[in-house]
């Protein structure tokens, strides 16, 4: 049989069977719970091996290798992914096939780590479901096709560019001189850290579902908690204290944490993005403090304020009280962290902090040229110049992400929803956080927006994820796969009838 040379079929491939496996490990653990759904998992992993399996052994890597087409590989295996995620939804009887847009939904959400959920009644769903739906974040925290290329060495794809797409934010880190040991070492980083968050809470009172399923969406920054009270569930202190550690951990660079495992602490202190990253959270803190003084017990304010500062400003969304009953200056506050989120080249989402900085900049620097016009005065970050094409390009980026959420919250205002939760709910979605304000707070689900409203959600989400520019460069080299593919549809029929 003839092998189609179609990278992304490649791609997504490979992401399927991934998948594949972690629907498998979730039917072994529904098999140990026996609180039913192993049956669905596992002919959902069977179904997707097998897809997975016919387009990765039914393509080949194409000569053609550039940035458009590493962004339409990833691009595309996140579509074959949430398409193959609404299946243990479906075959467990979770969720309806009438309702295969709500199904599609938890799946986008927690392949983006987003973190929003239509589900209520998580009594009635197996363990084995909540497990996979974990991992559904887990496996979309450092990316499908980073662990692609780190254990399929067959995929046969060159270049940093597929890594650079699945790590949200400006910059790409090479690691080593080997694509694949760059790969490799970014998921040893994140597995090694995911197993020490696990062991953590579960020494201090978690059992060992609960404990790897919340390193699970720690570690990625994704906030799904199989409690509908999520973190509140517990309501112990120790446990929110790890928590807190393990997303101030995560929603910084796995790169820089990298050197720091292997150059010492003080590669930390070069960076001046996790000095931002660190300050903004700790003035959101104080911000919440001061603004929740007298309205709630001083150590109950510490505790929230605490854990809300660092679950937001890391884009996890992990809840353990309802801060929509807080104070209005709060709320914007909360909205702001949601609108950054972490650092560029973590798990978290949002515009990530290295964009703030550079905006920042930019703006002093615009000021100064005010005064002295002829002045050349270049944008510098710590002892980093920032050429002219990079900072016109962040500040393009920031515009085009600022417009989509004003386009999502005007679509979801148009909808019948209050302008409050259509706005923070854009914000979230896009910055892949989970709660937002007004009727989608920390104690409430997905539900409260109209079917179509999920719609758009889910395309904030997916945009959020994958970034606007990557997305536009997955429809451009869609687009022109799709003409070769006639050009020589074409060639062959003249071949023929000649």
Same mark, same amino acid.
């Given at each position: 049989?003839?092998?189609?040379?179609?990278?992304? *079929?490649?791609?997504?491939?490979?992401?399927?069977?991934?998948?594949?496996?972690?629907?498998?490990?979730?039917?072994?653990?529904?098999?140990?719970?026996?609180?039913?759904?192993?049956?669905?998992?596992?002919?959902?992993?069977?179904?997707?091996?097998?897809?997975?399996?016919?387009?990765?052994?039914?393509?080949?890597?194409?000569?053609?290798?550039?940035?458009?087409?590493?962004?339409?590989?990833?691009?595309?295996?996140?579509?074959?992914?949430?398409?193959?995620?609404?299946?243990?939804?479906?075959?467990?009887?979770?969720?309806?096939?009438?309702?295969?847009?709500?199904?599609?939904?938890?799946?986008?959400?927690?392949?983006?780590?987003?973190?929003?959920?239509?589900?209520?009644?998580?009594?009635? *769903?197996?363990? +084995?479901?909540?497990?996979?739906?974990?991992?559904?974040?887990?496996?979309?925290?450092?990316?499908?096709?980073?662990?692609?290329?780190?254990?399929?060495?067959?995929?046969?794809?060159?270049?940093?560019?597929?890594?650079?797409?699945?790590?949200?934010?400006?910059?790409?880190?090479?690691?080593?001189?080997?694509?694949?040991?760059?790969?490799?070492?970014?998921?040893? @980083?994140?597995?090694?850290?995911?197993?020490?968050?696990?062991?953590?809470?579960? %020494?201090?009172?978690?059992?060992?579902?609960?404990?790897?399923? /919340?390193?699970?969406?720690?570690?990625?920054?994704?906030?799904?908690?199989?409690?509908?009270?999520?973190?509140?569930?517990?309501?112990?202190? !120790?446990?929110?204290?790890?928590?807190?550690?393990?997303?101030?951990?995560?929603?910084?660079?796995?790169?820089? /944490?990298?050197?720091?495992?292997?150059?010492?602490? +003080?590669?930390?202190?070069?960076?001046?993005?996790?000095?931002?990253?660190?300050?903004?959270?700790?003035?959101?803190?104080?911000?919440?403090?001061? $603004?929740?003084?007298?309205?709630?017990?001083?150590?109950?304010?510490?505790?929230?304020?605490?854990?809300?500062?660092?679950?937001?400003?890391?884009?996890?969304?992990?809840?353990?009280?309802?801060?929509?009953?807080?104070?209005?200056?709060? /709320?914007?506050?909360?909205?702001?962290?949601?609108?950054?989120?972490?650092? %560029?080249?973590?798990?978290?989402?949002?515009?990530?902090?290295?964009?703030?900085? $550079?905006?920042?900049?930019?703006?002093?620097?615009?000021?100064?040229?005010?005064? /002295?016009?002829?002045?050349?005065?270049?944008?510098?970050?710590? %002892?980093?110049?920032?050429?002219?094409? *990079?900072?016109?390009?962040?500040?393009?980026?920031?515009?085009?992400?600022?417009?989509?959420?004003?386009?999502?919250?005007?679509?979801?205002?148009?909808?019948?929803?209050?302008? *409050?939760?259509?706005?923070? +709910? %854009?914000?979230?979605?896009?910055?892949?956080?989970?709660?937002?304000?007004?009727?989608?707070? !920390?104690? #409430? #689900?997905?539900?409260?927006?109209?079917?179509?409203?999920?719609?758009?959600?889910?395309? @904030?989400?997916?945009?959020?994820?994958?970034?606007?520019?990557?997305?536009?460069?997955?429809?451009?080299?869609?687009?022109?796969?799709?003409?070769?593919?006639?050009?020589?549809?074409?060639?062959?029929?003249?071949?023929?009838?000649?």
């Amino acid at each position: 049989m003839r092998r189609i040379a179609v990278t992304p *079929v490649r791609v997504a491939g490979a992401a399927l069977i991934v998948v594949a496996a972690a629907m498998a490990i979730s039917a072994v653990v529904a098999l140990l719970d026996g609180g039913g759904g192993a049956e669905g998992l596992f002919w959902s992993a069977v179904i997707t091996v097998s897809v997975g399996t016919g387009l990765f052994f039914g393509s080949k890597v194409s000569p053609l290798a550039d940035s458009a087409l590493a962004f339409a590989s990833v691009g595309w295996s996140w579509l074959a992914v949430s398409l193959a995620g609404t299946l243990p939804f479906l075959l467990t009887g979770v969720i309806p096939w009438v309702r295969f847009d709500d199904a599609l939904f938890e799946s986008i959400s927690g392949f983006t780590c987003s973190g929003s959920t239509i589900l209520s009644d998580f009594g009635s *769903v197996s363990q +084995g479901l909540l497990f996979f739906r974990s991992m559904t974040q887990w496996l979309g925290g450092m990316g499908l096709v980073v662990l692609a290329v780190a254990i399929l060495p067959a995929l046969g794809i060159g270049g940093l560019e597929l890594i650079a797409s699945e790590a949200p934010g400006p910059t790409a880190d090479r690691l080593s001189l080997r694509v694949r040991d760059t790969a490799r070492r970014l998921w040893l @980083l994140y597995g090694g850290a995911t197993c020490i968050v696990a062991l953590v809470l579960f %020494s201090v009172g978690m059992s060992v579902f609960d404990a790897v399923t /919340h390193a699970f969406t720690t570690v990625s920054t994704g906030g799904y908690s199989p409690h509908a009270e999520s973190i509140a569930h517990f309501d112990s202190f !120790p446990i929110e204290l790890v928590l807190i550690v393990g997303m101030l951990y995560s929603g910084a660079s796995f790169s820089l /944490h990298w050197h720091a495992l292997t150059q010492g602490i +003080g590669a930390y202190r070069r960076v001046s993005e996790i000095r931002w990253y660190f300050c903004l959270i700790a003035g959101a803190f104080g911000m919440l403090l001061w $603004v929740n003084h007298g309205e709630i017990e001083w150590f109950q304010n510490l505790r929230e304020s605490l854990f809300y500062a660092v679950s937001l400003g890391s884009s996890t969304g992990f809840g353990n009280s309802d801060y929509i009953l807080w104070m209005p200056a709060a /709320h914007v506050t909360l909205l702001v962290l949601m609108l950054v989120g972490g650092m %560029s080249g973590s798990t978290a989402g949002g515009m990530k902090v290295l964009r703030l900085q $550079v905006i920042f900049r930019y703006s002093f620097r615009e000021l100064l040229r005010a005064r /002295h016009p002829n002045a050349v005065i270049p944008i510098r970050m710590g %002892s980093t110049t920032i050429e002219e094409q *990079v900072a016109a390009k962040v500040v393009g980026f920031v515009l085009l992400y600022l417009g989509l959420i004003v386009a999502g919250g005007i679509a979801l205002s148009g909808l019948g929803v209050d302008p *409050v939760t259509a706005f923070s +709910g %854009s914000v979230s979605a896009i910055g892949n956080v989970g709660p937002a304000l007004g009727e989608a707070g !920390p104690t #409430n #689900n997905y539900l409260v927006f109209p079917r179509a409203g999920r719609v758009v959600l889910m395309a @904030l989400m997916a945009l959020g994820r994958l970034e606007v520019f990557p997305a536009m460069l997955m429809l451009v080299a869609s687009t022109r796969g799709i003409a070769q593919l006639r050009r020589r549809r074409r060639l062959t029929h003249s071949t023929f009838s000649h």
